[in-house]
Every structure is written in C-alpha cells, then in structure tokens.
C-alpha cells in the first residue's frame, strides 16, 4: 500500500489484514511552506541578485583569464581586488575571436561584477556579447538557460550587475590555459566597441557545501515537487523560473511556474535534503510585464 500525501491525508473505509504492512512500503510525504515575497520580480533580492528566500554568499572568482588572440591574460588577482579599473573585459581594440572567461572549481548560477568604464557600442548591445559555457564536447549559448544579464554587455553604466542563470544539466569542466573548471566565457560576437568595457570587482555566486543562508528543513528526505499559488497570475510572456539551492550541501534543481497559471504544480523537482539543511531561493527568470503578486509556493519533501 502506497500512499503520497499531498497536503492533508485522509484514510477512509475499514483496514483489513492486507492493509496492515510495513511502513517501509509506504512512501509519505509532507508539505513544507516558505514564504516568498508577494510580487514576483526576478531582482527583488538583496543586491538585486534574485535570491528571494535566504541567501547565496558571493564568492572569489577561481579563474578570470582574457583572450587576446592568440594569448591569454591572468586577471584572476585584478577580478579579485578592488582596484579600480584593472580588468580589460575585452581587448581595446577587440575583434570576435576576443573573449573573457570566469572559472570556477565548482558550478555557479551567476556572476556579480562592478564596471568602472561601461562599454559602448555602436550596433544594439545584446549582440555585442554572446555569453557561452562548456557541455563537454562544444562551447554553446548559455543565454537559453533561464539567463539574465544586468550588464547589458558590460555597457550598463559603473555600477554593479548580476548575469545570472540556470546551471546547464551538460555543463562541464575543461581546461583553460592549463586551469580546469566550470567556466562561463563572453566572447565578442559582433567587434562594435567603441568604449572598452573595464571592471573593478568580481564574485561568483557559487554552488558548493555552506554557499549561504535558507529555511530549515527540519527532517530528510527529497523535494519532488512545489505547489505555487498567487491571487495575481502572470501575463503569458514567459514561465517564472526559480533555482532551489539546498544552500548546506550545494545541491540545486530549478522550479518552473507556467505563465499565466494562478495555480500550478513542477512535479519534476528532485533535491534531496538532511534533516536541518536549509534551502535558499532564487529567481531566473520572470514575465517581464505582469507578475505572479500574492503568491505563496508549498515544497512537498517524500521521506
């Protein structure tokens, strides 16, 4: 006899022998709430990271290497420190076999970067900068991962901006000038810089054990589905994507709320927790025009 409890559980007629089994066979699992802000906008966290539920800690950059054709520049120590001004984020004069990588020893979700000079274009800005990461065999678009860029190609303005996005389920490490690791490139798509785009600062929201702060989960088991309701629904642009981080482990799996549903069930969530994990929270993407407003998301963990 199985039994999945969504919500409240009710057991109704008489138990016979066949009834009484092991509770081994049995699968139970029990609703947790967490509290979300009551508009959904994907830059409501602190820092305008995303995070809406707890926190993601930003990290140091392992890797920060320019390609200059054919050579690359070490920036890592520049990206690390805040003096103002010394990471070339392209060449100046920079041609589209140019490009800027961020590595990490572990997977990350989103990149945090302070520019001291913006870039400026002379064509449309979104295709000046394609933004790439490894899937083991091809370097590939991560802009089709739930991806926002803040920066708009680094020509923003001098301020400090979050490129965020889903961690790829093929995402690989490989190696850089000799440095393995998850990376996420900016290649030069199209040469239209007239400004060079320079930064001050960089961090990685990375996913790894004690990446930052959540709700306690307060027994084991495996998130395998959200139930989501708002009083407000969405337009129908785009889905609401959130990534689930269980921020004690750095395990992580994303949430989809479909656009324009007031109501809606991802039964495709699978992220185990121990008992007093805590999980943090964050949007990727969003509607863009009206959001989801009153919302509340109930996390179902099978034991």
Not at 92 to 117: H, M
Not at 258 to 287: F, H, P, Y
């Amino acid at each position: 006899m199985a039994q999945k409890f969504r919500g409240r559980t009710t057991i109704t007629g008489a138990l016979t022998a066949a009834d009484l089994v092991d509770s081994t066979d049995m699968t139970l699992t029990i609703p947790v709430t967490i509290g979300i802000p009551a508009t959904i906008a994907s830059r409501g966290g602190a820092n305008s990271d995303g995070v809406i539920v707890g926190s993601l800690t930003a990290a140091a950059v392992d890797y920060a290497f320019l390609f200059d054709s054919p050579a690359y520049t070490d920036d890592t120590t520049d990206m690390n420190d805040d003096g103002a001004g010394d990471v070339a984020l392209l060449p100046a004069t920079e041609t589209t076999s140019d490009k800027f990588y961020f590595g990490c020893v572990n997977p990350f979700c989103g990149i945090k970067l302070t520019l001291s000079q913006a870039g400026v274009v002379a064509g449309t800005a979104a295709a000046s900068i394609t933004w790439e990461y490894y899937t083991g065999s091809a370097w590939a678009s991560i802009e089709t991962s739930a991806f926002t860029d803040d920066s708009a190609s680094f020509t923003a303005g001098t301020s400090t901006y979050f490129i965020t996005f889903a961690p790829p389920a093929n995402w690989t490490p490989t190696a850089i000038d000799d440095e393995t690791a998850y990376w996420v490139r900016a290649t030069c798509s199209v040469a239209d810089f007239t400004t060079q785009p320079l930064a001050t600062q960089g961090w990685l929201l990375e996913l790894k054990a004690a990446c930052g702060t959540g709700v306690r989960i307060p027994f084991a088991g495996t998130i395998t589905a959200a139930q989501m309701h708002a009083t407000t629904a969405s337009a129908a642009n785009n889905d609401t994507i959130f990534l689930l981080v269980n921020v004690t482990s750095g395990a992580y799996d994303t949430i989809t709320w479909t656009k324009g549903d007031i109501m809606d069930i991802d039964d495709t969530v699978s992220l185990a927790v121990a008992a007093d994990d805590e999980i943090a929270l964050m949007v990727l993407q969003e509607d863009g025009s009206t959001e989801f407003a009153n919302s509340s998301m109930i996390l179902e963990v099978t034991l």
